[in-house]
């Protein structure tokens, strides 16, 4: 089992970074058929062999991801994927 943790900081509002936040998980959702669910400034998110948060701050988003075995394998790739798509919604970089 892997684990990736990725910190980003951000200057948005409330909304925006909901937004931003959103847009991530789309994008794992796509590529990893996960089912996504808020909880308040949380979004939380499983499937067979993946799970994990994306936690909401006033200046940071925090995302937690548990890769079962299989994943595992691939854990830099996605943790690199993962980290540029944060920093492109949540900067505009």
Request: charged share 25%; glycine share 6%; net charge negative.
């Amino acid at each position: 089992m892997a684990d990736i943790n990725i910190a980003q900081a951000h200057h948005l509002a409330p909304e925006a970074a909901r937004a931003a936040a959103q847009q991530v998980a789309d994008k794992l959702a796509e590529q990893f058929d996960l089912e996504c669910v808020w909880d308040g400034d949380v979004l939380r998110f499983e499937r067979s062999g993946v799970s994990g948060s994306l936690s909401l701050l006033p200046e940071e988003a925090r995302l937690h991801i548990e890769l079962g075995f299989l994943f595992g394998a691939f854990a830099s790739q996605i943790e690199a994927k993962v980290a540029d798509k944060m920093r492109r919604v949540f900067t505009g970089a």
